[in-house]
């Protein structure tokens, strides 16, 4: 798939889960949401979300126990210090719920279900508050049993992605160009940031501020005075988001390009490192490895001097972002014979899921 027709397929699936949320349709097919603990593995996959087993890749469970075409999963499940799974529904039942990770069952008896947008995006916990962004413009606000614990607060535009905080701000971004900076003991509400494109990434948090990739092909700086710059630029849309190790901001874009910035000098740290295709997943950084995913269905490791150590063929798009359990990469590809795929650091595959009928 050439850039032209991928950037199309990501606008189709936006407008359609946009337009879903508004509509009450279901929402079209969509990439995969992954999140794990030491233990199992998370996936949410449409209808339903599974449990797999590190070990083994083995099925722990699958919720809900029988297929509702009403709901829909696609947002990365979140885990809580309290012992629950969270994630929320973009189908017509926009139920936002809580699971034991254990069991997969319902902690919450009654779902919460006041936002009338699909939940695409995970919740930020912090404090023993859930804040939950939801494509109808509202960002909630939960305690940890499900009840709404304030009056939801309306920032307009569509909200794809987890708000980040720094502990005294929460970060929000939105499809409709704006970046929103929320006070967390007042929330107050301070003027838009206009990023200039649709920000469909959390943003990073960094050294006085944090960054935020946009579709206007570069990466501002933002501090929490709203005071702002473009610290970096990129060849083509931004989607996932940016990542800060120390001194070093890392980032990709939809031209399939990874770049490296060092943020003291605004200098690039190396010449073009292009893999074989467009970048929609964020890039994963631990130890002395990078880990990037391509929509060509490649999983590659660079080193710090963005030289490849090695490369494997998944086998399917990739446009979920690859997450480290424990010595494994979990990778979750789009539309492949199997959901999910565990790799070691030598990119020696371990095990594949694909779920039973």
Known sequence: MNTKRLILFLLTALGALVLS??????????WH?????????????????????????????RYPAEVDGKLLFYATPVLTDDGQLLIGSAGTKHSFVSLDPATGKEKWVEPFSKGKGAWLASPLVLNDMIYAPNT?????????????????IELGGALWAAPSTDGTSLYVTSLDHKFHIIDIDSGAVADP????????????????????????STVEFIQSNGRHEVA??????????PVVDNETLYYADLDGKIYSLDIATGDQNWDVVQPDGPIVASLVIVGDQIYVATEAGTLVALDREGK?????????????????????????PYQAEFVLAAYDVQGKQAWTFTPEK
């Open 136 to 152: 109808d413009g509202f960002l909630y606000i939960l305690d940890m049993n499900g009840k709404e614990a304030a009056d939801p």
């Open 308 to 332: 490849t150590v090695w490369e494997k063929t998944v086998g399917a798009k990739i446009y979920t972002t690859p997450i480290i359990a424990g010595d494994m990469i979990l990778v979750a």
């Open 21 to 30: 949320a508004c509509s009450g349709a279901p929402a079209a097919n969509n």
């Open 232 to 241: 970096a630029t990129a060849g083509n849309w931004i989607w996932g988001s």
């Open 193 to 216: 940031v206009d990023l200039g494109g649709a920000a469909p990434s959390s943003p990073a948090i960094g050294s006085n501020g944090v960054y935020v990739g946009s579709f206007a």
């Open 33 to 61: 949401g992954l999140a794990a603990d030491a233990e199992h593995a998370y996936i949410s996959s449409g209808t339903l979300v599974y449990a797999v087993d590190l070990k083994t890749g083995n099925e722990v469970w």
